[in-house]
């Protein structure tokens, strides 16, 4: 099992916690990563893009000039999609852009990318946050000037100060144990957990036997 300090939110060691080979030492599955982070991006697209058919833009059906004689190619309608004002042709219509991903591939995922941040020795396991009000300056000064790290995730259960003191810092998220996923994991060079935090997702992330 790989052991880790344990700090405080001054970063001062005041322990060690192991930390389960299963879910934070397995190898790395980057195609399996990538597989679940594309899944993740996809859903999130709100899928609305609408264009209007040859039968929902405006205008009679009627045919814009005679058949023959005229010397142009024969037209059939003015809401063609050859008529200025026509219809659009395969254009976009509102669908859904998720992919279905098995709940196991969505944690192997999520344990690939959290041991991937721990060989980088990118992350932090820390006792708690006690944070006596919700005061971004605070949590600010503590990330740059205490535990040193920018652009990080911050993984905790529920702690209300924590969460309104980093919503407003760009390049701080805070995450409860239940919305940890591979995106944020990934898109942040730290990851700074709690040792509750740590046991809820040992609990969530561990292989069923």
Known sequence: MPTLELLNQEKQKIGTIELRDDVFAVDVNVP???QVLKAQLAGRR????????KSEV????????????????RQGSIRSPLQPGGGQSFGPQPRSYEQATP?????????SALSDRLKASRLLVVDEFKLDSAK??????LLKNKLQVEQVLIVDDL?????????NLPKVKVLRTEGLNVYDVIRNDWVVITKRAVQAVE???A???
Do not use: C, Y
């Open 32 to 34: 399996l990563v990538h």
């Open 46 to 53: 709100q899928g609305t893009a609408k264009t209007k058919t």
């Open 58 to 73: 405006r205008g009679g059906g009627r045919k814009p000039f005679k058949q023959k004689g005229t010397g142009n190619a």
């Open 103 to 111: 709940k196991e591939m969505v944690r192997g995922a999520l344990r």
């Open 136 to 141: 971004t300056q605070i949590l600010d000064a």
């Open 159 to 167: 702690n209300r100060n924590l969460e309104l003191s980093g919503r």
């Open 203 to 205: 609990s969530r992330l």
């Open 207 to 209: 292989p069923s036997s």
